[in-house]
């Protein structure tokens, strides 16, 4: 059965700090994993979409990586800003279709 | 292209009634999927529709169901509400063909049993 776990559970960092955030999985045979980002009470944004073929996706200040064989993705923030204040969820795609497994999130504040 | 959408987005039902909730997904897409999330467990994959067909399932009693309409819209039904079913209920759409499996989240719909 996939897990998939989220450390730490929070963080807190100045503005313009560079954000790294982890996620770990138990199950390699994944069809791909995605980034998201959930605000207070809201449904999920999609942030960044990795194949289990690719190595790292990046959009504008989000870089992801995926290393499938140790069963680890990282999203790193650059240059973080109040506003990317929010719970940033991982989730694994499995190979059967879609059925995203999650991790428990990753509090994020970014101060002022 | 609008997104995903769902109603209502807040509920407030009895120990014991039923509910249905709707999800209409982006235009194009064919498969909805619906996840329960509450603070105790994160988020919890329900199941997943794709052409009016259940496609997988989670760990979930039978008195979560769903069902999906030619159109692609989707409805997921709650018979016997517990209290322990209050949630935020997420759907998803995505296109689900072989290169693409991205999964776009709609804003809840917040069931409150009391």
């Known amino acids: 059965k996939q897990e998939v776990t989220q450390i730490p559970a929070a963080l807190s960092v100045p503005e313009g700090e560079n954000l790294v955030l982890n996620c770990s999985f138990t199950?390699?045979?994944?069809?791909?994993l995605q980034w998201f980002r959930q605000d207070p009470g809201k449904g999920l944004t999609s942030l960044l979409l990795i194949q289990s073929s690719q190595r790292e996706q990046t959009s504008g200040r989000l870089n992801a990586s995926l290393d499938k064989s140790s069963g680890r993705s990282t999203l790193y923030i650059a240059a973080s800003q109040p506003g990317d204040s929010a719970t940033y969820l991982c989730?694994?795609?499995?190979?059967?279709?879609?059925?995203?497994?999650f991790g428990g999130g990753t509090r994020v504040l970014v101060k002022p | 292209k609008a997104g995903v959408t769902q109603t209502p987005r807040y509920l407030i039902k009895t120990r014991g009634q039923q509910v249905t909730l709707s999800c209409s997904p982006i235009s194009g897409h064919r498969s909805v999927s619906w996840y329960q999330q509450t603070p105790g467990q994160g988020l919890q994959f329900l199941f997943e529709y794709f052409s009016e067909t259940q496609r997988n399932k989670g760990n979930f009693p039978g008195r979560f169901s769903g069902r999906q309409f030619s159109n692609s819209r989707s409805e997921m039904n709650v018979s016997t509400l517990e209290l322990g079913d209050s949630a935020l209920y997420l759907c998803?759409?995505?296109?689900?063909?072989?290169?693409?499996?991205?999964?776009?989240f709609g804003p809840g719909t917040r069931l409150t049993v009391t």
């Open positions: 989730a694994v795609n499995e190979a059967a279709g879609n059925k995203l497994t």
């Open positions: 199950d390699s045979a994944i069809y791909n």
């Open positions: 998803a759409s995505s296109i689900r063909d072989r290169e693409d499996h991205e999964q776009y």
